[in-house]
């Protein structure tokens, strides 16, 4: 694959969080991009506004001929791609090069400078502090993000291309594809069990992937974790760890424990000891690249998060509405744990919408346990994304397991109603599907009012 012989890229699914970002890339580093999606979104239409050529229908008729040149067209095609998808299937029946984006990323690591980021959880906020942290000490870092960064308002940070930020994504295995230098694991929770079958793959999958890393780079793990490298946490004996933990004007202060010494006052503005964790790691691997301390916490304390990450849409005295993309029982703990921190005294309503029937039928009890920590809780159905129903597996099967009388199965049409109904205080969206669509009527009909 010579990314440097190629004139322009093709994307399949142009409109993935991921794919979009590679599609930045692309167009930074002056190639001709264009590419195709189901459906329009807010990803497409920025992408065409930086000058890339995206159609609706699958149709090769659709394709502009210049990336119809076999010599000259890198294609690149996202895994939920259906098998039979006819753009897909021409470029691979007339010898075209066509690779997974996992594929194209992990070449491009091999050429850079890489820092990686997996987990089952954290990767996407840990991988766009690193970002920033790298941006802010002035690297000539690219970093890949798996969510729009508040600070760029975009899913990609591009300041120079010797450096690459990365997150490395266990969901079928791409990340065993990735050449890092410095790599950190900040959790392998079972999850993805549709692909691995079972909690000891996914381990033996995060072993593997430590063992992509070259030959004289570093492995960093959450304290804890059964795998060997430099340590990480919070309030713990790790390596790296924050110390002195205090809460001042809704930010975490804390001083920074490091194998060269204790480095005090850092200020970072997210809730959420899961939150505090990733800064960690993130503080950790910029400073071992070789970013200064100082620099470092001025990076930090102006870091504002990734969209849908404990997203504050209102937050006034009286009324409080976050919105998450927990999928996860770990997830939904540590957004409920950041919450009670910042809130201890309210009360406060979850609107959870399951993701995934298989997910939901896995972890079935360990969401019902998660969810029912909350003063209230509203169910919307199982967003199904990339799979068909599982008989019995259902929101009213999950709902009857929540140990929590303040409980409803409700329709995503009569969340508002829903809200205006409940004397909770403190509101939160939750999930990975669709219901981020929801959270513009909801902060709408309540931003009137407060």
Known sequence: MNLNAINNVYFIGIGGIGMSALARYFVAKGKDVAGYDKTPSDITEALQELGVEVHYSDSVDEINSAFLDSQHTLVVYTPAVPKDHSELNYFRNNNFEVYKRSQVLGEITKQTTCLAVAGTHGKTTTT??????????????????????????????????????????????????????????????????????????????????????KPDGKLFVKNGLPLKGITYGVDDDADYSAKNIRIINGSYVFDVQTPNGLYKDFQFNLPGRHNLSNAIIALAMAADYGCPYDQLAKGLASYKGVKRRFTYQIKTDDFVFIDDYAHHPEEINAVHQAVREMYPDRKVLAIFQPHLYSRTRDFVDGFAKSLSKFDEVLLLDIYPARELPIEGVTSEWLLEKIENSNKNLISKSAIVDAIKASNANVVLTIGAGDIGVEVKHIKEAFTVES
């Open 128 to 213: 766009s502090i690193l970002g920033h942290l790298l941006n802010e000490c002035n690297a000539p870092v690219t970093a890949f993000l798996g969510g729009i960064s508040e600070n760029y308002n975009s899913n990609l940070i591009i300041n120079g291309t010797e450096v690459t930020v990365v997150e490395a994504d266990e969901f079928d295995r791409s990340f065993l594809t990735l050449s890092p230098d410095l790599a950190c694991i900040t959790s392998m929770d079972a999850d993805h069990l549709d692909i691995y079958g079972d909690a000891t793959e996914l381990t033996k999958t995060f072993k593997a992937f430590s063992e992509c890393i």
